[in-house]
C-alpha cells in the first residue's frame, strides 16, 4: 500500500515537470509584442495626404452645334510712332575781324538764311551781304551749314571772359520763315591783348503744347581774332579825337569863342595904330 502511494506520488511529480517543460518552451518560441503608446501609435502613423482638388470635366460638345478650333490670341500691334520731319539746313553767314586793337569797338553781324528746296549761294556777294543780309562787317565773310527751324536763337561770347565786352543789339530768339533770313548783331569792344576768341552758338527752338521753350543745341562755331595794342602817340591821339567826337558841340563853341576873341582883338589893335598916325593934311583920321 505504501509503496503504491510512493510510486502514485512519483508519477505525479513526472508529470507535473513535463508540464512545467512543455509550458516554458511554448512562451519562449511565442513572438514578444512590444507594449507601446498611444503617442507613439500616433508618431508612426503617416499623416493623411491633403485633398485633391479636382476639376470637373468640361461636358462634351452637343451633337447639335458644331465644334470651333480655338485659335490663340494674336498681339495688340502697336500704334506706329509718328514720322519725324525731315532737319532743314540753311547758310549761317558772319563777318567777324581776323585782326583787333585793345580799345577797338566794332560790330559783329551773323545772318542764318532758310532757302528750303530753292538754291542759293552759299558765300553771298558783298552787295547782297550789305544790303539783303546786313552783313556789313569789316572781317572776311564766313560761312557754315547748321540746322534751321521756326525760330532760331544766336548767342555771341568770348572764349575768356575778360577778352571782349560784347553788348547784343537785338532779341537773340528770332522766327525765321521758309526762303527767308534773320540777323543778329553784337557791338564788340576788344579788352585784352592776345589771340582770343569770339564763339558763335545756334540752337533751334520748338515750343511744347504749354508754351515752353525746348531748345536744341546745334554746337558753337569760334573765330580766331589776334587782338594788338597800339602805341601810347596812336592812345592819345585816340582819345583826343573821341574826346571831340563825344563833346563837339562844346569844342565848336571853344573855337568860335576863341576865333571870335582872337579877331576882335586884332581888329582893335589895328584900329587903335590906324588912328595914330595923322593924316595928310594934319588932322587923325577919324
Not at 465644334?67 to 500704334?79: E, F, G, R, S, V
Request: a positive charge.
Amino acid at each position: 500500500m505504501r509503496s503504491s502511494l510512493l510510486s502514485s506520488l512519483e508519477n505525479l511529480v513526472i508529470l507535473t515537470l513535463l508540464g512545467l517543460s512543455l509550458a516554458g518552451c511554448k512562451s519562449s518560441s511565442a513572438p514578444q509584442v512590444p507594449n507601446t503608446s498611444d503617442d507613439n501609435k500616433a508618431k508612426s502613423v503617416p499623416p493623411a495626404p491633403p485633398p485633391q482638388t479636382t476639376q470637373s470635366a468640361a461636358p462634351p460638345p452637343s451633337r447639335s452645334q458644331p465644334t470651333q478650333d480655338i485659335k490663340p490670341a494674336l498681339p495688340t500691334p502697336k500704334p506706329a510712332s509718328p514720322r519725324q520731319p525731315q532737319v532743314e539746313h540753311g547758310p549761317m553767314n558772319y563777318d567777324p575781324p581776323s585782326t583787333m586793337t585793345v580799345g577797338d569797338t566794332i560790330v559783329v553781324d551773323v545772318a542764318v538764311r532758310r532757302p528750303g528746296n530753292s538754291s542759293y549761294d552759299f558765300l553771298p556777294n558783298k552787295d547782297a551781304a550789305e544790303s539783303e543780309y546786313g552783313l556789313r562787317g569789316a572781317g572776311p565773310m564766313q560761312g557754315v551749314e547748321v540746322p534751321v527751324a521756326d525760330y532760331m536763337q544766336v548767342n555771341l561770347t568770348a572764349g575768356e571772359y575778360d577778352a571782349f565786352d560784347i553788348v547784343p543789339l537785338d532779341q537773340e530768339v528770332k522766327s525765321l520763315e521758309a526762303g527767308g533770313h534773320s540777323e543778329w548783331h553784337w557791338k564788340v569792344t576788344a579788352k585784352k591783348a592776345g589771340t582770343e576768341e569770339l564763339i558763335l552758338h545756334s540752337q533751334r527752338i520748338h515750343y511744347g503744347a504749354n508754351g515752353q521753350a525746348l531748345p536744341i543745341d546745334d554746337g558753337t562755331r569760334p573765330a580766331t581774332i589776334n587782338v594788338t595794342i597800339e602805341p601810347k602817340k596812336k592812345i592819345i591821339q585816340k582819345g583826343l579825337m573821341e574826346l571831340i567826337a563825344d563833346n563837339w558841340k562844346k569844342v565848336a563853341v571853344g573855337i568860335i569863342t576863341a576865333t571870335g576873341t582872337a579877331i576882335w582883338a586884332w581888329w582893335k589893335k589895328w584900329w587903335k595904330k590906324r588912328n595914330k598916325n595923322p593924316g595928310a593934311d594934319g588932322r587923325h583920321r577919324k
